[in-house]
């Protein structure tokens, strides 16, 4: 019992896989959940730079799996949410350092003290992503509306099922409602169609998300953001929570969007 | 056959690229699942009609054998209508074939 582990992971790199781990990772911290973060992306290290807490590394996760430390050493605490943490990957090995053995053996260590385990998967169908999900309890997929996203999104959908870890929930990410309307982009309900998994979350594009990773603020923390509030909607529905998905494609207030879109993303 | 293909190739209405994108991953995603790229379902259908042809008189022109998605399985559905045996010789002839070679090419299927 214990925790909930979560991995998040893509298959293709570049859909947002770390900013979504960040985000999710605060807003549940926000919602008062005590949440460990953990970097699979061993080698290729983002998390922390993401999360603002880069300069406070001493050790990493392949030091807590070879032994140089303890667990409890490894772990960040984030500077606002005393009950947030990070344990970050090593910069300066490869995925061969950790198996997935040991990413359930860790978890399994943390699970008692927490509510979210959130591991941020590296791209690819090797050996990072194979250790990503060994933990997991749920797996999200982030995608884009974009052909070859949504192709790697089957694959690793593939990939889940075979390896008893599926379906997933989705996360469709970097939406432009405006593109949608002219029929220049695929829509939630197209992607969900395609892919027949349900969705846990559609986060506009958003141009604050580039300034907050430049300051290493989790773009969640602003009210104001739409793809914050999408971030901090996933969140509550990850904490079992029944929220409506935020009504991207009409104009209208704030408020007026955030009314009911569809309810599972697919019919079932 | 060209009813599924026109449907793949989105010469049904549609407007904008996102309705292109959609049907391409339709068709791409068909065949990642199964492992099986278009040409070797083009050598399989073949074969199949093949086979069919051992027994029955069909009509070459209205097949249609396609690939289909529920949810996430595949599964291959076949409409292969059979073409009126005029001629009783014929029929006769194709009932008291030996079937050994059918069977064959069942297996290695």
């Known amino acids: 019992m214990g925790a909930k582990v979560v991995t998040v992971t893509s298959g293709k790199g570049g859909v947002g896989k770390t900013t979504t781990t960040a985000n ?3 807003a549940l911290a926000r919602m008062g959940k005590k949440v460990v973060l953990i970097d699979a992306d061993i080698g ?9 807490l880069e300069n406070r590394i001493v050790y990493d996760m392949v030091d807590v799996i070879e032994g140089r430390c303890q667990l409890r050493q490894a772990m960040i605490k984030h500077k606002q949410f005393p009950d947030l943490f990070l344990i970050p990957a090593a910069q300066t090995r490869d995925k061969t350092a950790v198996s997935p053995t040991d990413m359930i053996q860790t978890a399994d260590k943390l699970r008692p003290e927490f509510d979210f385990i959130v591991i941020d998967s590296p791209a690819g169908i090797e050996r990072g992503f194979r250790n990503a999900i060994a933990p997991a309890d749920e797996v999200l997929i982030v995608t884009n509306p974009e052909v070859s996203a949504v192709r790697d999104a089957d694959r690793i959908i593939g990939l889940l099922e075979a390896n008893n870890k599926g379906p997933g929930r989705l996360i ?30 559609i986060v506009p594009e958003d141009e604050g998300v580039i300034p907050s990773s430049n300051s290493g603020t989790p773009i969640t923390l602003n009210e104001n953001s739409r793809a914050g509030q ?14 409506p998905f935020m009504q991207l494609t009409e104009s209208g207030g704030f408020l007026q969007r955030i009314t009911r879109l569809f309810s599972g993303g697919q019919s079932e | 056959m060209s009813g599924f293909f026109e449907r793949l190739l989105g010469r049904s209405p549609s407007k904008g690229s996102g309705s292109t994108a959609k049907e391409r991953l339709q068709f791409i995603l068909v ?11 083009q050598a399989m259908k073949a074969e199949i009609l093949e086979v069919i042809s051992k027994y029955v008189s069909v009509d070459r022109e ?3 054998i396609f690939l289909e998605q529920r949810d996430r399985d595949s599964l291959i559905k076949a409409e292969i209508p059979f073409s009126g045996i005029t001629d009783q010789d014929e029929a006769r002839k194709r009932l008291n074939q030996p079937s050994a ?4 090419t069942l297996d290695d299927g």
């Open chain 1, 24 to 26: 999710i990772g605060v």
């Open chain 2, 31 to 41: 065949h990642d699942r199964i492992n099986l790229p278009p040409e070797r379902l």
């Open chain 1, 172 to 201: 469709l990410n970097r939406v432009k409602p405006e593109m949608i309307k002219k029929g220049e982009m695929m829509s939630a309900e197209d992607v969900t169609d395609i892919l027949a998994i349900k969705l846990i979350g």
């Open chain 1, 230 to 243: 999408a971030f901090r909607n996933i969140a509550r529905r990850l904490n079992g929570e029944d929220v």
């Open chain 2, 101 to 104: 070679a059918g069977d064959d």
């Open chain 2, 62 to 64: 209205d097949v249609d």
């Open chain 1, 44 to 52: 290729l290290r983002n998390l922390d730079i993401v999360m603002g």
